[in-house]
């Protein structure tokens, strides 16, 4: 029999309704004919709910303490889903991370998965159980109680699915698949039913937001398929998958965006390489995370920077970049706070040229102003002003027939 | 250094406010110059919340499933400690009882604790640390998690305490200490300073609830003291202990008593061991508890069988006596569904006669009239008509000068 991974997110789980709507998906998979694995979240809101019980007690909680604190949401879940399951008849069992032995470094609230022990799931299996495990946390090796960061639980079901050679990992959240655009702005978006892990990536990194970047990144590794599906129906999702060849060959996959940035520009300093380290080593000294930049030739001894923030900090990056121009003797520097990213991504581009002619040519037509340009192989990233992202993502998305 | 186990109950850890003032507590027993281990409950209510949550989920959950849920409650409770004592300066570290290695039988919901690993609290308080442990709960060889049953926390912390050779263990509650009688029922009533092993198993089975009962018996057989006290002063309690020698010579330690107790009396039937057998079986496969027992010779052949069970437990109770009373010919079966149980308890009697006659005496002087009587070398116990209860109290322990 086939092992399937399967992964319910909080909103799955976020009361005794909930939970027995997911104990009778899982027991359909199991009466199917497949050995069951269920990895789920906490339920919805307890986790903020723990964060805001410690946050009372201090500003600075330990990173341990908190992962202490933490763990325990997603105990709550595997032990109601198992009484749930067992409820309606078939045999279940839960297991904390610990009694797996879901093995991680001791990087508190961010740690990484370094083994899976399965001794006791392949036991558990062998013996007709539906296997319930906690998602999003691990264990040292000393048995230190760690957890892997938001979103970990995804991770968790792909790490789970590639340590036990499953034939999938489905992951069950509240949308019902990946959309070519984001629905609320292009209308007749629609669900693919393909797309590459690369592409995936691409679209996870670019503000896709269903699917955790690292879940990503393991299953494309390891080669192990994601099926991105609803909770809320039987619907067949989105397949995230290496198999390129059984895909329809389009050229542009999907249009991604973000509207959650702001822009700098440091204008015509020296073309150094000290020059240019300085700048983004003291953005990121300042904990800023910098995400699109761009430098431009004034001659060859002179360019101009610029990068975009996200717009929180904003106001910090423009403050210290200000300073940089004055020690850089830069001739200007200036900013932009409402920008947006607007990102084209297919696999198909590493093989036709033209794309990127294509979607300047349509956002002109559009009367859309392109303020930045980075480009990868299979990503096309466009910065424009805020007010016109809607406009371009449409425009795009009819451009390429999606 | 002495090691001190203090163990604080969920009324302690109910909200924030009572974990900073525990942490406060457990910071000031660190300053004084002992290595502080701590025990703690679930939050108030929590486990109660958590056991609604299941039953929500099925009439009947798993006890091993139960034991994965309850043992959350103890685990949020560690870590908010930990980090309170944090903030405090002092360093401090929490863990479950499966990273300690509180290792229990497979009796889930009820499970006995067999062995506790001392290494890493020993590690943890020789590198200065305040050790936080999670009371309640334990863990199988197998990773199993179980439970100790309501109360339980009381017993892990005893249990700590004699792993870890500790000078006490002090139990911190919501009221000041034992007293020689319910202080509602004898205004008079006044906390003891000291009480045996012996007395306090006495008292605990007998309707003081302060301790559990399996706390007291786990600190009498390995003679470590228990000090119960107030979380909610520096008051010195009740030291619970075996050092007769140290206390005040005293004949009656205390006055406990129970309200909810109803008897059942079948009267005149054949006296053979056979019989007697038949009646208590049949009450016991009923999953009754009998509490009282005495019978009353009629003459060498023939006796009268009374004992006493919970209230709530008499219907069914008089119900099976009655049938029991047709099959043995008893000549009649009746019951009192309101009488009272009261119990002088001092180690006291054991040496002095005639404390049995001034019992009988004060409460006939009373007008009390005593339906049961039964003793131990260091326990009389008088059933009576429930509404004589609190006359008989207070007489006593007039009688007795306590």
Chains 1, 2 share one sequence.
């Not at 694995?37 to 307890?46: I, N, T, W």
């Not at 558990?124 to 998602?135: C, H, M, N, R, T």
Request: net charge negative; with cysteine.
């Amino acid at each position: 029999m086939s092992i399937i991974v399967q992964k319910y997110g909080g909103t799955s789980m976020a009361n005794s309704e909930c939970v027995k709507n997911v104990a009778e998906k899982v027991v359909n998979a199991k009466l199917r004919g497949h050995d069951v694995v269920v990895v789920v979240s906490a339920p919805a809101g307890f986790t903020d709910h723990l964060v805001s019980r410690a946050k009372e007690i201090t500003d600075k909680p330990s990173g341990r303490e908190l992962d202490m604190i933490l763990a325990t949401g997603e105990q709550i879940s595997i032990s109601l889903l198992a009484m749930a399951i067992k409820a309606l008849g078939e045999d279940a069992i839960s297991f904390t991370s610990a009694q797996v032995g879901i093995i991680t470094d001791g990087n508190h609230n961010k740690a990484k998965i370094e083994a899976i022990n399965t001794d006791k799931l392949l036991k558990a299996l062998g013996e007709g159980k539906i296997v319930i495990i906690a998602g999003f946390q691990g264990v040292t090796k000393d048995l230190e109680i760690t957890t892997l960061g938001r979103g970990g639980s995804d991770t968790s079901a792909v790490a789970i699915g590639v340590a036990l050679d499953a034939a999938e990992v489905e992951i069950y959240t509240d949308v019902d698949g990946i959309y070519t655009a984001d629905p609320r702005v292009v209308p007749n978006a629609h669900k693919m039913d393909y797309i590459t892990f690369d592409e995936m990536l691409e679209m996870a990194g670019s503000g896709a937001k269903v699917l955790h970047l690292r879940s990503v990144e393991l299953a494309a590794k390891n080669n192990m398929p994601i099926h991105l599906r609803s909770s809320f129906s039987d619907a067949i999702g989105t397949y995230v998958l290496d198999e390129e060849d059984k895909m329809e060959h389009v050229l542009v996959r999907g249009v991604a965006h973000t509207t959650n940035n702001a822009k700098i520009t440091i204008a015509n300093i020296d073309n150094t390489s000290k020059n240019i380290a300085l700048i983004f080593k003291t953005i990121s000294d300042a904990n800023i995370n910098v995400d699109v930049i761009t430098q431009n030739y004034i001659n060859i001894d002179r360019i101009t920077i610029s990068f975009t923030v996200a717009q929180e900090e904003y106001d910090r990056a423009l403050e210290l970049s200000k300073d940089l121009g004055r020690r850089l003797k830069a001739d200007e520097v200036y900013g932009n706070e409402k920008v947006a990213k607007v990102c084209i991504i297919g696999v198909g581009m590493k093989s036709t040229s033209g794309v990127a002619s294509r979607v300047f040519t349509c956002l002109a037509d559009h009367n859309v102003a392109i303020d930045m340009v980075s480009t990868s192989d299979i990503n096309i990233t466009c910065v424009v002003n805020q007010d016109d992202y809607a406009k371009a993502v449409i425009a795009i998305h009819n451009e390429f027939e999606l």
